[in-house]
């Protein structure tokens, strides 16, 4: 893969944790099983471990801002 398309994938893999966690929030809110509301948040910890997975500072910032966000 080169430098260009991975850094696509990372910025990918980055809006598809901000989206899966913005989705938890939604399913909470909206009070949904907690059967729901549990497989986000473990779509949303698998997204930050592919993060961090990515090895650089910037990416283990990224993954704690989605676990925060």
């Keep these: 893969m080169n ?3 991975l850094l696509n994938a990372k910025a ?3 809006a598809l944790a901000r989206l899966v966690r913005y989705s938890q929030e939604e399913a909470v809110r909206l009070g949904m099983s907690a059967v729901v509301v549990e497989c986000l948040r473990m779509a949303g910890i698998e997204l ?3 993060i961090e997975r990515g090895g650089s500072e910037e990416s283990t910032e990224n993954a704690e801002r989605v676990r925060m966000n």
């Design 3 to 5: 430098a260009k398309a």
């Design 12 to 14: 990918d893999v980055l």
């Design 48 to 50: 930050a471990a592919t």
